[in-house]
């Protein structure tokens, strides 16, 4: 199986072709960061993620084709959806994806977000909430389990993300998922980091 054009996360949209700024994650908190660091910089406490992109959203003109992606933080529990999508339809971006997931956290730390709502589940629920504003969702997914979960709640475009560390065959894991995920009835996407 061979995937289709990879997404990758991108904090500048300056210069970019229409044909790379479609597949980009547009997460503009990570600019003053170099790209290797952020995976890391994005999951730290630091940065609004959301706040930022809501600035970004404010100083761009509407795109007159090819958007980018909109990553959003999307258990940040003061997102306010209509307010997001409103913007985001302003502008014509169309599509939006958890990213960064809070799926990257794994051990203690994940039991302690899911502990205070932090989890999959509630990403998912929220790309539901701004499907029904017209705007269409990605659901980021690191595991099988959490694309059965997205499945399970009616999610069908899929970006799958190797997580923190990459697989020990990365192929063989994106096919392994990307596979379950047809014989499911969704879309698999690759994500890509900037850093490779």
């Known amino acids: ?27 503009p908190a990570l600019a003053p960061f170099p790209a290797p660091l952020w995976p890391l910089v994005s999951l730290l406490p630091v940065l609004d993620i959301n706040g930022a992109l809501a ?13 980018p992606i909109a990553g959003i933080f999307a258990c940040d ?9 409103a913007r985001l339809h302003r502008v014509g971006i169309r599509e939006v994806v958890n990213a960064p997931t809070i799926q990257l956290f794994d051990g ?24 029904e504003l017209g705007l269409e969702p990605l659901a980021c997914v690191t595991s099988r389990a959490a694309a059965d979960l997205a499945l399970g709640l009616g999610l069908r475009r899929f970006l799958l993300h190797p997580g923190l560390t990459l697989p020990a ?24 980091d900037e850093s490779e």
């Open 1 to 27: 199986m061979i995937p289709a054009p990879a997404r990758s996360p991108i904090a500048r949209l300056d210069g970019l072709r229409p044909a790379r700024r479609a597949l980009s994650i547009w997460l």
């Open 55 to 67: 600035a970004a959203l404010e100083a761009q003109r509407p795109f007159r084709a090819a958007p």
């Open 77 to 85: 529990p003061f997102l306010r959806p209509a307010d997001l999508a």
């Open 108 to 131: 203690e730390t994940a039991a302690e977000l899911g502990s205070v709502g932090y989890r999959a589940e509630a990403e998912f629920r929220l790309l539901l909430r701004l499907a």
């Open 169 to 192: 065959d990365p192929q063989a894991w994106w096919a392994e998922l990307a596979g379950h995920v047809a014989i499911e009835g969704g879309e698999a996407l690759l994500w890509r």
